[in-house]
Antibody
Framework: EVQLVESGGGLVQPGRSLRLSCAAS????????MHWVRQAPGKGLEWVSG????????GYADSVKGRFTISRDNAKNSLYLQMNSLRAEDTALYYCAKNLHMDVWGKGTTVTVSS | EIVMTQSPATLSVSPGERATLSCRAS??????LAWYQQKPGQAPRLLIY???TRATGIPARFSGSGSGTEFTLTISSLQSEDFAVYYC???????????FGQGTKLEIK
C-alpha cells in the first residue's frame, strides 16, 4: 500500500524551530518529486515547498523562503522540512504529497506556533 | 508567481444535477493543472491531472478540460459524496512552485 506518514508537529513558541518528517512506503521513493503543503485552520491549501527526485530542483513559497528548508533522504525513503524562525501564521496542518501532481497525500501533522 | 483564481467561491447544486467549476491562471500553465477534492477532516484527493486525465479510481462523472489559462472541472449527475471543497493547482512553473486556487465549496441545494 502506498503510504505517507508525517510526524514532528507540535506546539512551538514564535521564533523557534521545528523539523517535520514524512516517511514513505509502498512505492519507489526516489522516482518522484515530493511536496509539503499546509492548511491553516479553516483555510485553503497552500503549497509550501517541493523537491525533485534527486534534490536537484527545490522550490519554496515566498511566505517561507529563507526560513524553511526542504530535504530528502532517498536511502531512508524520507522527506523533511526544517522550519526556522516560526511565526504565528505558520500554524497549520502540514501535509506531504507525492509527485508533481500530488497523487498521494499523508494525513498531516499539526504545527501550532504560539507563546 | 502564478496566481490561480477559482470561481465561484460557493456553488449550490441539487443531487443529480451537473456542476461546473472554473479555474483561471494568471499566465499560461499549459496543461499542467490538477484538481483535488477535500472533505472535512480528510486530506485532499487527486481527481484530475494534466488538465483532463482522471486519477486512478476516480469515477467517470468527473471530467476536466481546458489549457493555457482557463480550466473547468465538470461533475455530471452529482452524488451525495461529491459535496466537498475543490481546489485547482498548477504545476507548470515547478520549480519553484505549485500554487493552488482558493477553492470552491460545492454544497447541496
Amino acid at each position: 500500500e502506498v503510504q505517507l506518514v508525517e510526524s514532528g508537529g507540535g506546539l512551538v513558541q514564535p521564533g523557534r524551530s521545528l523539523r517535520l518528517s514524512c516517511a514513505a512506503s509502498g512505492f519507489t521513493f526516489d522516482d518522484y518529486a515530493m511536496h509539503w503543503v499546509r492548511q491553516a485552520p479553516g483555510k485553503g491549501l497552500e503549497w509550501v515547498s517541493g523537491i525533485s527526485w534527486n534534490s536537484g530542483s527545490i522550490g519554496y513559497a515566498d511566505s517561507v523562503k529563507g526560513r524553511f528548508t526542504i530535504s530528502r533522504d532517498n536511502a531512508k525513503n524520507s522527506l523533511y522540512l526544517q522550519m526556522n524562525s516560526l511565526r504565528a501564521e505558520d500554524t497549520a496542518l502540514y501535509y506531504c504529497a507525492k509527485n508533481l501532481h500530488m497523487d498521494v497525500w499523508g494525513k498531516g501533522t499539526t504545527v501550532t506556533v504560539s507563546s | 508567481e502564478i496566481v490561480m483564481t477559482q470561481s465561484p467561491a460557493t456553488l449550490s447544486v441539487s443531487p443529480g444535477e451537473r456542476a461546473t467549476l472554473s479555474c483561471r491562471a494568471s499566465q499560461s500553465v499549459s496543461s499542467n493543472l490538477a484538481w483535488y477534492q477535500q472533505k472535512p477532516g480528510q486530506a485532499p484527493r487527486l481527481l484530475i491531472y494534466g488538465a483532463s486525465t482522471r486519477a486512478t479510481g476516480i469515477p467517470a462523472r468527473f471530467s476536466g478540460s481546458g489549457s493555457g489559462t482557463e480550466f473547468t472541472l465538470t461533475i455530471s449527475s452529482l452524488q451525495s459524496e461529491d459535496f466537498a471543497v475543490y481546489y485547482c493547482q498548477q504545476y507548470n512553473n515547478w520549480p519553484p512552485g505549485g500554487t493552488f486556487g482558493q477553492g470552491t465549496k460545492l454544497e447541496i441545494k
